[in-house]
């Protein structure tokens, strides 16, 4: 049996999750599982700063193409969070090409 994909099959997010910096010298994160293709993944928050990271496979025992990231956010006065999302999130591959970005939506 293998992972479950999401039901949109334009999409390379199967779930993302945030927890906000709740104080100075404190940190937040931004974490999820993607689709295989998926190899970086680069955070713009909203003051311009890009946070990347590479993808890893999830573990074995899962027996699922996904991978999965973790990008630590710093406190900086902005919040984020899942009621803050970033300003924008891109999924790369591993020939540098953006397979699907997310932008966050208005309030």
Excluded: W
């Excluded at 404190?26 to 974490?31: F, K, N, Q, Y």
């Excluded at 990271?53 to 999965?68: C, E, H, K």
Aim: net charge positive.
């Amino acid at each position: 049996m293998r992972g479950r994909v999401p039901s949109d099959p334009s999409s390379c997010v199967v779930v993302v999750h945030g927890i906000p910096a709740t104080s100075k010298g404190r940190c937040g994160l931004l974490a999820g599982l993607v689709l295989a293709a998926v190899s970086r993944v680069e955070v713009q928050l909203h003051d311009g700063t890009i946070l990347s990271t590479d993808t890893l496979p999830v573990p074995a025992t899962l027996n699922a193409d996904l991978r999965t990231f973790v990008i630590l956010t710093p406190f900086d006065g902005q919040p984020s969070g899942p009621s803050y999302p970033p300003a924008a999130v891109e999924l790369v591959a591993s020939d540098g090409r953006v397979l699907q970005r997310l932008t966050r939506r208005p309030r």
